[in-house]
């Protein structure tokens, strides 16, 4: 089966850093996402690795080490608005299919105070 | 560009009534779809994805169907509402590729409660 753990809760205020964990056991790996999900909303899209490293997108950066099965999404120079879920896929495929498939992790809230 | 549409946005019914959800994506051909509930407190839980029309695959045993009449509509049915089908529902799309990335798109979802 696939298994992702992330923290529930983290908070952290204006201005600065925050680096959100996000630990996977799965079979099958082809990938992993972050989406942002704001209260009440859909999630949106923010990164992807599939290659161990760091990539770069602005305020947002996200890691990916395989060995590990490990990631990270860092968040820098924090907004209020920055407030909302973040959320861990990975991407495996099952069975032989091309499918590749999402599988989520419950979401870790971020809230970030004045 | 590529959108997504969801209706009803919110929906409160009664246990036992029928349930239909609807589903269109807009300015791609052959995406993959996929149904997720999001219930309080829990995970996004894929339902059904397809990979093609009158193709669907479903992950969780349950009272829910789903259906793809069209290439670019997707429908979540129920034919008798259980109370733990209370959640977030929202339908997603992806480019179909076979290998790299293919996030998904999320439409705006379809908040159900059932009573």
């Known amino acids: 089966g696939q298994n992702i753990d992330q923290p529930t809760e983290m908070t952290a205020t204006e201005g600065a850093i925050v680096q959100i964990n996000c630990t996977y056991q799965?079979?099958?790996?082809?990938?992993l996402f972050w989406y942002q999900q704001h209260a009440g909303e859909a999630p949106t899209f923010l990164s992807y690795?599939?290659?161990?490293g760091l990539e770069e997108k602005g305020r947002f950066s996200s890691f990916l080490s395989r060995s590990k099965g490990y990631s990270y999404l860092l968040l820098k120079e924090l907004q209020m608005k920055d407030s909302a879920s973040y959320l861990c896929?990975?991407?495996?495929?099952?069975?032989?299919?091309?499918?590749?498939?999402?599988?989520f992790g419950r979401g870790t809230q971020l809230t970030v105070w004045p | 560009s590529q959108t997504i549409h969801q209706w009803p946005a919110t929906l409160v019914q009664p246990v036992g009534s029928p349930l239909s959800l609807e589903c269109t994506v807009e300015?791609?051909?052959?995406?993959?779809l996929y149904w997720y509930r999001q219930a309080a407190g829990r995970g996004l839980q894929l339902l059904f994805y397809?990979?093609?029309?009158?193709?669907i695959s479903s992950e969780v045993p349950q009272n829910l169907s789903a259906s793809r009449p069209q290439d670019r509509q997707f429908i979540l049915s129920s034919k008798k509402l259980l109370l733990s089908d209370s959640g977030f529902y929202l339908c997603?799309?992806?480019?179909?590729?076979?290998?790299?990335?293919?996030?998904?798109?999320f439409g705006p979802g379809t908040r159900l409660t059932v009573l």
């Open positions: 997603a799309w992806s480019v179909r590729r076979l290998a790299g990335g293919n996030e998904q798109f």
């Open positions: 799965t079979s099958g790996f082809n990938g």
């Open positions: 690795n599939v290659l161990d």
């Open positions: 896929a990975v991407r495996a495929s099952d069975r032989g299919s091309t499918l590749g498939r999402l599988y």
């Open positions: 300015g791609t051909s052959n995406p993959n």
């Open positions: 397809s990979v093609g029309i009158g193709q």
